[in-house]
């Protein structure tokens, strides 16, 4: 994806660009209008007039990569159009005008991608949100929106954001990754896959812990395939990306309060409503909050073989997370009775990891098997090895991320 960086291209990009606004509006074109076709016409016969008009010297190749930032500019989202379109790239983040990064196949890198300025990362940002319906401004500062094609986009402006506008974006992956595909690619083990199938059909409840872009939703959405068929289920999410192929499932999205602070719908509230719906099994997308109460009770009391994920490290960081929420949630049973209810609610830790190299994987399966004096009790049921001399992850203490 070639551009150039170099402050002469980026000024004069700036300048056709100031002057494109200018022409779009004296010509009377109205973008959201104008089919692309035409709409690309007009850019390419716009910036050639600009380019003869002052005698600028642009190699051939350089005209065309002008035409094309600009009409990206003009018709969609700028400097990110590229990124987006390029099906390599996981993640984009935006940390500020000149701070793009990258996702490539596990591995973050710096892109060569430039903004002007603060204020074009904002425009750029109010462009996405805006046909979704969403605002962003001084008195609501932070958006988390889906993309119509399914990314989940992030985006947090000053003052709490305290550098300036920064966005992130997972972008859809639109084919899952199958169980083949993972084995193949070193993700997991023939014996590995095996586990989770025996687990799933078995309707253990399990739980999938990971930090972030460690694939813990492509891990949930892929043993969730080995559900019976005949089975119930309900799925929860914050922003729906679980794609089951299974023929009796009903999907729910919680809600984010409309612009006046009211009508939010949370996940507690879903999983509670879920639990009249008369499933089998409850799929929660992940574990973020209050809704972790109402999950365990589910998988205690016949909703046997739910599942949902959880960020966390390791499989014991999972379970003082839940503590966490527990209590921070109101739920204050005393320590006896909250070791109790994780023991006996959850049955599997799936913790995912990726390592130094990129490599994304199932780090180890563990069993809870309480006893009486140790609630969180383990056993292994897999552990993965890695090739020699290929890094571990780094420990990290305390919280994940
Ligand atoms: N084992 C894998 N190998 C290669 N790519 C993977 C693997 N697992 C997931 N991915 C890719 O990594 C990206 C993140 O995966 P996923 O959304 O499953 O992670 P996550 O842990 O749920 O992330 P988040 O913390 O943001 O919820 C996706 O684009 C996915 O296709
Ligand atoms: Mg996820």
Not at 26 to 51: H, P
Not at 324 to 349: H, M, P
Request: negative net charge; hydrophobic residues 40%; contains cysteine.
């Amino acid at each position: 994806m070639a551009t150039r960086i170099d402050q002469e291209y980026q000024d004069l990009k700036r300048r056709v660009h100031y002057f494109m606004v200018e022409r779009l509006d004296e010509e009377g074109v109205d973008v959201g209008k104008t089919g692309r076709d035409s709409l690309f016409s007009f850019v390419q016969n716009q910036v050639q007039g600009f380019v003869s008009q002052h005698r600028l010297p642009l190699s051939a190749q350089d005209l065309a990569l002008l035409t094309r930032e600009t009409f990206d500019e003009v018709a969609g989202f700028g400097p990110l159009e590229p990124l987006l379109a390029d099906d390599t790239i996981n993640d984009i983040l935006v940390n500020g005008p000149e701070d793009v990064f990258i996702e490539v196949a596990g591995v973050l890198q710096q892109a060569h991608t430039r903004f002007i300025d603060d204020d074009h990362v904002t425009r750029v940002i109010r462009r996405i949100l805006a046909p979704l319906g969403r605002r962003l401004d001084e008195s609501s500062p932070m958006v988390d929106a889906r993309l119509p094609d399914g990314s989940r986009v992030n985006a947090i402006i000053p003052p709490i954001a305290l550098d300036g506008p920064s966005l992130s974006i997972r972008k859809f992956t639109q084919k899952h990754l199958t169980a083949q595909d993972l084995v193949n690619s070193g993700s997991m083990t023939a014996e590995c896959l095996d586990t989770l199938v025996s687990l799933v059909e078995g309707r253990r409840n399990v739980l999938i812990s990971g930090g972030t872009g460690t694939g813990k939703t492509t891990i949930l959405n892929l043993i969730s395939q080995y559900i019976p068929r005949d089975e119930r289920v309900v799925t929860i999410e914050d922003s729906a990306e679980l794609q089951l192929n299974h023929p009796h499932i009903v999907r729910l999205e919680t809600r984010p309060a409309n612009t006046e602070g009211s009508g939010q719908i949370t996940a507690r509230e879903l999983v509670i409503n879920a639990l009249r719906m008369r499933p089998d099994r409850i799929i929660l997308g992940e574990v973020r909050s209050g809704e972790i109460i109402e999950l365990l009770q589910a998988m205690n009391t016949g909703h046997e073989g739910s599942m949902s994920s959880i960020h966390s490290n390791s499989a014991r960081d999972a379970l003082v997370r839940i503590e966490t929420l527990l209590a921070v949630n109101g739920y204050d049973a005393g320590e006896r009775a909250i070791g109790r209810l994780i023991g006996s609610s959850l049955d599997v830790i799936v913790q995912l990891s990726r390592l130094p190299n990129g490599r994304r994987l199932v780090r180890e399966v563990v069993a809870l098997k309480p006893t009486a004096d140790d609630p969180y009790r383990m056993e292994t049921l897999y552990h993965a090895e890695l090739a020699q001399d290929e890094p571990a992850e780094p420990q990290v203490e305390g919280v994940p991320g």
